[in-house]
């Protein structure tokens, strides 16, 4: 299955299905590159990443991190960039971001960045990073006073999404990742099924709907803004447990308050929270905020980057199907989620 993607006047495509990492003349035309995975990823899957690109005759390193949200820090940063510098790689070469989407938000910054913007490919390997992160060329690392509070729209050449390596994806992640497959049927096209177990099928039909938005309104100044549905509740809940919360649990979280406040103000039709909360929990994700450090939620909630510090472009839904986007104060909404919290 492939998907074409045009934005910011780059066009590129996503090649999805089982064992698509080992397709032949997929890397071929690159020289060089340099493969960016976490020490998990690389344990299970870098050699048969490592024996395609030798046989694409592509000379390949690896730069290999610790797991997890850290990856996402200046440190980790500054360590892609030795090891790009290290396998001298240039404008004709390629950095491949081999991982979650930890790690193609760190080593997609890092192309970015590097060298003023050297190719990069992703290779996602969760399912969030298949269906959602991969797509779209939002790049970014946090700073410890903000999730994504520096980063760049920088889109792939290529995404090589094989769904063959989620099979080693622990449980948890697959929920977190549905998070995102369920957000897209509750924003667009209506369908809030987890998939009927052919994953190659519910990534596609996912990244069909998110590469949509990004064509539409690549910089995310207007319609990709309901991409966020869920997410500025989901955020602050992240940050504010330490990043210990996984993503895709604090934007079904985020989804869920999310339809309740809509349908408390009117926004949004009676009954819509009550379907979209089950269907989060028929996934395996949690819908209700339990046990919140209040101080750091609002915290968090006052640092998100999608508002100007008073606002915040709130997605709400009208009817699952069909979001909107309402300027709302920062304030109103933080008290109004954390009305919700047990
Ligand atoms: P992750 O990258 O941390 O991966 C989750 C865990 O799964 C890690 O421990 C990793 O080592 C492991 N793993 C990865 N692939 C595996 C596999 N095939 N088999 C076994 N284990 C595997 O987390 P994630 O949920 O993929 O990504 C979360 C990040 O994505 C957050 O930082 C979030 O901000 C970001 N994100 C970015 C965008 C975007 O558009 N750029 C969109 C959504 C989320």
Known sequence: MRISVNADNREYSVQIGPGMIKEEGLFTGFRNAAVVTDETVAKLHLDTLMA????????????????????????????????????????????????????????????????????????????????????????????????????????????????????????????????????????????????????AHTVYRTAMIKAGYVQADPRDTGIRRELNFGHTIGHALERASGFALLHGFGVSMGMAAMARIGQDMGLTEPGTAERLISALCAAGLPTQMENVDRDAFRAAMLMDKKGDGETVNAVFLKRIGQAAVAAMPIGELCDRALGLCR
């Open 52 to 199: 395609a690109l030798e046989r694409a005759k592509v000379r390949a390193s690896s730069i290999i991190l610790p797991p997890g949200e850290e990856i996402k820090s200046r440190d980790r940063l500054f360590d892609i960039y030795s090891g790009l510098a290290d396998s001298l790689i240039g404008p004709s070469d390629a950095v491949i971001a081999f991982g979650g989407g930890t790690v193609g938000d760190a080593a997609g910054f890092a192309a970015a960045t590097y060298r003023r913007g050297v190719p990069l490919v992703h290779c996602p390997t969760t399912l969030l990073a298949q269906a959602d992160s991969s797509i779209g060329g939002k790049v970014a690392i946090d700073h410890p006073r903000g999730k994504n509070l520096i980063g760049a729209f920088y889109q792939p050449v290529l995404v090589v999404t094989d769904t063959a390596l989620l099979s080693t994806l622990p449980k948890e992640h697959l929920s977190s990742g549905m998070a995102e497959v369920i957000k897209c049927g509750a924003i667009s096209s209506g369908d809030l099924s987890a998939g009927d177990g052919d994953l």
